[in-house]
């Protein structure tokens, strides 16, 4: 009891430190990272490209081929390089996950490499048929409560449709379950929010927040989002999270932060942590005593704390790189098509063939 | 000339007089024909329970609440609360899937399974909904009639439609493939809390393989689990549905494709088998009603 009392130090030390090969092997080993996606596996499967991209170059010298056709060179030199890149890139990424692991362990919490098939509530979560989380520190320590970690959607066949960006998310619990609340984000888009809630309420709440959120809630709970958000919690949801989306869902509240985000940034690290703990006992001290006065006798005799028009807002959001990507398919198709019906005058006209 | 080079490929006809004509043809023929007699001429397989542990009593009644999931690892005769068939692979499986690196680790996924029970409340209301529509007309809800209470009740006119047809696909599958003499028309999904009461009574078992608890603990664990979670079913048909139902919009979350039912949904065999007298299935002849 005396412990709840102490406040939580976070020791940041470990983010600073340099990572050698050895640190990244003991990751590996600790976090339990599967063989085939490990440090020396992946180094030799790029070194086995190289060497093979420079068997065939040598080959295609010899049989003359490759002075017929220089542009095979280029594709072998292609390959090796951005195999070359896409090596590096992912020991970069490998160093500052064990940067992560080393803070989380440090600090008594706990650290998984990579999660899938987590289940969480949020509508970023949910609408993805398929996703991994990578790098996520969760502490169930009461004074500071929280998972944080990155999300990236998987696209298959059959889930391809619901691929998004990536995004950083902070997960931080609610005393009591509350009505769905997304805090859309005017100015950056995080999560795919467009036509999230439709017919719903768009609440456009006063002054300064009105700038930067919208406010989506299911139709009927205007009141409730306005005894959850109060001035003050605006003012600090503005000052802490002005460039994130928020969604309060069941007895979660989720922060969502750009897919860049560098928790691996002592700098990052520290805002991340004093916005979850500032949001946790905000939120908490707003919703424990919030009750569902639409609820009902159906609700209570499911045993839930909610109505059914309150639970989810409407829709999934449509991601807008999906808008984006099938707007450049039709018009690369229209393009193509327009080329082919009048690719040849047009060739004339320019002075070309 | 090949014999083969006096078939006239143009002509159906003279093709298969070719292939009528050809031993090996028959030969593969017979072994299809002989392959699905002896299937077809198969008894069942029973199933077996372990002899060291009673069929019949109180305690027998309650660890076969958990026969599905027990049968789904499979961890030993249904019976048996040492689950005895727990290799050391299965151990380490269980303890990576669940979590269980300790004996608190165990009771805490017991305690979430028996009262959290893997719930999303818009399932629950629209499920209850449906329970109560039911008990009013006397019967088991048309697709239309539930899909417009959820809507009038505040619920949203698409994610009803998804949820009503998702819980109807799984028990049409259910009732096609076990018969339905084991699931009868009546029979409607009125919760989907069996999976994680299934998996609460079989997980108390495992402790016991695991070495995180004894049998007296674990007989103790699983009465509580059926003092708490039985009086919401009305038969073992009723919470075997549940299971299954469970089981498959849990690991879809709802979103019910063309072999998501072939891949979540097989352990209907389980259901068939412990429903049938003649393969001494347990909710054959154990009573609902403790």
Known sequence: MEALNQPLQVEL?????RMGIGDLLRYERLAGIPLRRRFFVALTGVLLLAVAMLVALVWLDRTGILAQAPVLGVFAVGYAVLAAVGFVWYAIDLTRRSRLALFAWVNGWQYADSLEGTRRPGSAFARTLRSRELGVVASDDERLPFELGRNFSIGTRDSGATVQRPFAFVELPLPVKVPHIVLKNRR??????LGLGRGGARMELEGEFAKHFLLLVPEGYQQDALYIFTPDLMARVIDLGAGAEIELVEDRLYVYL?????FDRPATMEATLRLAEEFQRRFAARTELYRDD????????????IGLRGQRLAGSGVSLMAVAATAGVLLLSAGVTAFSLFGADLLRAWGVG | MHPSARVNLNDLGSILEWLIGQWWVWAIVGVVVLFFVVVWLLPDAKVVPSADFSTTDTEANEIALGYMQISNLPSGPWNDPTAPGIGDREKKQLADQWGLHSRQDWLDNIERLTTVRRRRDPWVISLQLRA????QLGRVPKTKEWTTAIVEAGGNKRDARTFVAAIEHIEGQVRKLAGKDIVPADAFVKTLDGYALGQAVALATWGVALGYGDVAEARQLIHRINVEGRPAFDSWVDFGLSYIAGRVMHWSDGNIGDKTFDKLGDNWSDLKAACTEKRNGPWATLSWKL
């Open chain 1, 13 to 17: 030390g470990p983010l600073r430190e």
């Open chain 1, 188 to 193: 950056r888009s995080i999560i795919p929010t």
């Open chain 1, 258 to 262: 750009p897919g860049g985000t560098r």
């Open chain 1, 294 to 305: 639409q609820a009902g006798d159906l609700a209570a005799r499911a045993g839930v704390a």
């Open chain 2, 132 to 135: 109560d529509l039911a008990a």
